[in-house]
Structure formats: C-alpha cells, structure tokens
C-alpha cells in the first residue's frame, strides 16, 4: 500500500501563487508516475499534470503556469502553481501509478490522496 498525504492548499487572489506537495509512504517507488488531479464543485476529477522519470505531461489549460516535480530522496512530488485564476479554485489530488508508463487518465492510477483545497478569489 501506498497512502499519499497532499499539503499546501489555501486561499489566494487571482495571480498569485501556491506551492503544494505531495508527501508518499509506505510500498512507495521512484519508478511510478505520480500525477495531479483537481476537481471543482460539479464537475469530474481532471488530469492536471504528471511525471514519472524525465518525462512530464500536462494539461493544456496549466501549460506555462503550473510546473511538476518531484523529490526521490524524499518521496514527495510538488505542483508549483504561479498565475493562478478564479477557474483553478478545486480540490487538488495526488495520486499513483504503481506499473506501466505515465498517464493522464485517472483510472489509470492506483492510489489517492486525500486532496487539498485551493481557492482563487477574484
């Protein structure tokens, strides 16, 4: 098992910034890909960004603002996100895929995080 513990969410004005991370343990690897979900009231959970190696994914609407890494040596993975907009405000999710390539699908992952609210006022 691998329990996936996010952190960093909070309240900023349009513009801004946050940083949020992502803490792994338990059967934890540097081989999976670990990626990032949101979800916003109503709608479904959406592919963000991933990385797993040197290779990164994102999604078209982050492109430019939101950068992905990840910290082997302390089994964290980190979504820096800078020109944050109201339409970012969501619950943001961590998550593993334990086998296979990255991915962007989230079925594709095998475990979750609890997620941490970020919200963007206008």
């Known amino acids: 098992q691998v329990q996936l513990v996010e952190s960093g969410g909070g309240l900023v004005q349009a513009g801004g910034s946050l940083r949020l991370s992502c803490a792994a343990s338990?059967?934890?690897?540097?081989?999976?890909?670990m990626g990032w979900f949101r979800q916003a009231p109503g709608k479904e959970r959406e592919f963000v960004a991933a990385?797993?190696?040197?290779?990164?994914y994102y999604a078209d609407f982050v492109k430019g603002r939101f950068t992905i890494s990840r910290d082997n040596t302390k089994n964290t993975v980190y979504l820096q996100m800078n020109s944050l907009k109201p339409e970012d405000t969501a619950v943001y999710y961590c998550?593993?895929?334990?086998?296979?390539?990255?991915?962007?699908?989230?079925?594709?992952?095998?475990?979750w995080g609890q997620g941490t609210q970020v919200t963007v006022s206008s």
């Open positions: 990385i797993r190696w040197s290779t990164i």
């Open positions: 338990g059967r934890t690897s540097s081989t999976y890909a």
């Open positions: 998550a593993a895929k334990a086998r296979g390539p990255i991915a962007t699908m989230r079925y594709e992952y095998d475990y």
